[in-house]
C-alpha cells in the first residue's frame, strides 16, 4: 500500500470515527422493516450517509468528498440485538482495504467484604 492510499485509510477511519459514536448502535428493527438513512455533513466538507437495512442485518456508511467523488464505504453486519457484528472496508473504487470484527468483553469485578460474626 503506498504512503498515500494508507494515509486515505487513516483520514477514513478518522473521520467515520465520531459519526458512528454519534449514531450509537444501529436501531431496533421496526414491524415493517424499512431501512433508515442518515447524512452527516463532516467538517472537512465530505459527506456520509449511513444505511441501515434491518431485514439484511446491515449497515453501510458511504463518504463521498465535497464535490461528489466517493472517498470510501463501510458495510457492517448487524447482529440481530442491533450491534455491530463486522465492518468491510472498501476504497473509492470498491476495491476491498480490510475487514474487522467487533467483539463483546465483559469483565466481572468481584468484591468481598469480610464480615465478623461474633457468638
Do not use: W
Amino acid at each position: 500500500m503506498t504512503l498515500r492510499g494508507s494515509l486515505v485509510l487513516t483520514l477514513l477511519a478518522i473521520s467515520l470515527s465520531p459519526a458512528l459514536q454519534t449514531l450509537g448502535q444501529a436501531p431496533a428493527a421496526t414491524a415493517d422493516e424499512t431501512i433508515r438513512v442518515t447524512v452527516s455533513l463532516n467538517d472537512d466538507g465530505s459527506r456520509t450517509v449511513y444505511q441501515f437495512d434491518n431485514a439484511k442485518h446491515e449497515a453501510t456508511a458511504t463518504t463521498t468528498e465535497p464535490d461528489g467523488k466517493p472517498r470510501g464505504k463501510i458495510v457492517y453486519q448487524v447482529a440481530d440485538g442491533g450491534r455491530f457484528v463486522s465492518g468491510t472496508a472498501y476504497g473509492p473504487d470498491d476495491k476491498f482495504l480490510f475487514k474487522g470484527l467487533y467483539k463483546v468483553i465483559i469483565y466481572l469485578t468481584h468484591q468481598f467484604a469480610s464480615c465478623n460474626v461474633g457468638a
